[in-house]
Every structure is written in structure tokens, then in C-alpha cells.
């Protein structure tokens, strides 16, 4: 398993299903259909874009993001902070828990900037282009020596002026647990002296968004265009200002903690976890788990740490 690429415990089968109502396949397909286009005009429009003033490319992100977001039938609620702008002259780091293939347009609705994305993206075909010429920074998760480079690079955007957008869990959990931050981005945020901005993402009810273990990507498109009364919240919660946090360990905790005190039902999951890794089923040498076009492989059971190591030692399995 990838060092970069950590495995949550959470399986489709058990995580996955819509409590709620469903819309019929016709609605469904629309609801595809209407997305598919959406994201097809933003990538048409990206070079155009990306010749525009920073404000005004921000403004029109957001509302594409908006857009693709509600043609998959889901509706958007942001909650706190001010998203009018750039997020100043040195930057931001945004953090948030990662849930969906969804969680990438619903943070852009708030806050765009340029997001981390794993080396594989920058040869797929079309996207892979438009995401490279939309400023995405590429991460070489199989290669633990480039990581001073690749945090040399983020530290270089957000010294620039540039807002990141990263997801430190590195991993897909289905919204009920989270995982927790590693701390390579974080030594980033102090190397580049700029904030830090923690995101919470829910979606409600709990399940059909998650995509997560083994699920394909078109099962789970199919799942969220067909639930009924599917809400996504984003919650900008308060800033950690930069040089508040003397290393990059107890900035991640700083952030882990903001989004610990906005949603209870974390509190008791973080205590329960601080000390515990989840050891990851082992993938097939042949085919590699970030090479798959589906979710991160689960661990062997479902939200249950099957082993414990030591604090100073938790950080082996992803880059710290």
C-alpha cells in the first residue's frame, strides 16, 4: 500500500447506503447527464479562465462548482467565514476531511484555490492537461524521497499568494469517522509563514455520498445522482493564524481539533484513535491500489483499529 495513500476502515457495503428516498433511473440519468456537460463546459472554459484577474476567476469558480454540485441533485449549504476574494498576499492552507469525489467542487464553492492531486491524474487524458493548466500541484505518493520537493513546491504556492487545498487524511471515510491529519502539508503551511484554514464537510443523511473501499467510480456517480434529499454542508471554521503552531505536528492536531469541536460525534472517535493505526489489506503487486479508478481499499473490518503502535511511531506509514 502506498505511503501516501493510508486506508480508512470503511467498506461501500457497510457505509454507503442512502437511508433516504430515491429518485427513478430517468431522473438519474439526467442528473449524470446534467454534470457530465457542467464539468465538460468548466474544463472547455479553464484556459480562458486562467487568463482572468484572480477575484474574478474566484467568483465564477465558485458558481461553476455550485452548478456541477446541484446537477448531481445535491443540494449546498456553507456555513461561516467570508468566501469573497483571494485569500490574501501569502496564501492559505485549506484543510478539510475527506468524504467524496464530491468534496472537490463543494470546497471550491466556498474557497478555490489550487488542489493537491496524486501523480497519476497529470497522464490521464483531457483532464489530466486542463487539471496541470488549472495549477494543480501533483503529489509522487509511491516515491517517499520526493517528499521534501513536493512540500518545497506547496510551500513555494502559498508563499506565493496562492490558497491549497489538501485533505491530510489521505484517504476516503465515509463521513460517521475520520482519520487522522498526516503532517507533511502542515510543515508547508509553517515553511511558507501562512494560515491555516480547516474545512468540515458533512453530507446529510450520512452514506450515499461516501465513496469509499473498493467502489467504482460509476457506481458511486450513479448513487449520489439517484438519492433524494441529499444536502452537502462546508463549514469555513475559524482560522489558525500562522506562526500560532510551533511544528508541523501541533498544527495538525490544531486543525483535527477545529474540526472535533464542530461536530461531537468526532470527540469520542479522536480520543478513542489518537494512538492507533489501521493496518491496510494488502493490494495485488500487479495492480496497485492508486492506480485503480475506484475508492482506497478497506482494511480488514469495518471502523475498527486492528492494531496500536506507539505515538513517536504513527507517522511510518504516511510521511509526517
Known sequence: ???????????????????????GALITAARLLAGALTVAVGLLFLPVAMLLDVRVRDRLT???ARVVVRAFGVRIR??????????????ALVVANHISW????????????????????????VLGPLAAWGGTLFVERDRLRMLPA????????????????????????CGRDQ??????VFQAALDAGVAVQPVRITYLPTGAAAFVGDDPLVVSLWRVAAAGGLTAEIRLLPVIPAGSCPDRRSLARAAQSGLAASWPGFV??????????????????AQPAV?????????LSVHQCVSSIPASASSLRTPS
Open 179 to 184: 482519520g487522522r491529519f498526516r503532517h507533511a
Open 62 to 64: 465558485r458558481r461553476w
Open 268 to 285: 469520542a472517535h479522536t480520543a478513542a484513535t489518537a494512538h492507533t493505526t489501521v493496518t491496510a489489506r494488502p493490494t495485488a503487486a
Open 150 to 173: 513536493t512540500v518545497g513546491r506547496i510551500a513555494a504556492a502559498l508563499g506565493g499568494g496562492s490558497r491549497v487545498i489538501a485533505f491530510p487524511e489521505g484517504s476516503t471515510w
Open 291 to 299: 492506480a485503480r479508478d475506484s475508492a482506497n481499499l478497506p482494511s
Open 1 to 23: 500500500m502506498s505511503a501516501w495513500l493510508p486506508s480508512a476502515p470503511c467498506t461501500p457495503q457497510g457505509c454507503a447506503l442512502h437511508p433516504g428516498p430515491a429518485v
Open 102 to 125: 464530491l468534496d472537490i467542487p463543494l470546497v471550491a464553492a466556498a474557497l478555490p484555490g489550487r488542489m493537491l492531486a496524486k501523480s497519476e491524474v497529470r497522464r490521464w487524458p
Open 78 to 91: 456553507i456555513v461561516g467565514g467570508r468566501t469573497d476574494g483571494p485569500p490574501g498576499p501569502r496564501g
